[in-house]
């Protein structure tokens, strides 16, 4: 087991970024996708990640720490967010997913990350649970992706 509350608090706060960062992406995604069903899933997904960010703020409070209030400008541009806002232009759902999928490998990523470190068992699986979700969430939008390429040309919103 950690006994390291440093390491501990430090893997919670870049999750906790990484998060923050992705609620931060879907929102800004929600307001550019032409599909009312999408912005509505996509505004779903910031809840979630804004939801997760709050429980792992409050284990960060629990062992001491201070934990992390908004995502990191590396953050950021590691997770290819910002690589959304030059694909907006298209007008295109499919470049927005695109660019979502995107911020979401990193997500998994880091998430992977995490478990493989020596964590307290509560702590782990908190971070556990969050990660299947994070997964699930990953794979829909990649399945939306996929499946706006093939059915619309990558034009979901728009007339055939």
Known sequence: MANNTTDIRSTLNDLIETLKDGEQGFREAAGHLRSEALRTQFLSYAQQRARFAAELQREVATIGGVPETSGSAAGVLHRGWIGLKSMLTSG???????????????????YREALAKDLPRDIHDVIENQYKDILAVHNQVRALRDGTAVSTGGRVGQPY
């Open 92 to 110: 295109d759902d499919h470049s927005v997913l695109a660019e979502a999928e995107k911020g979401e490998d990193s997500a998994v990523k880091n």
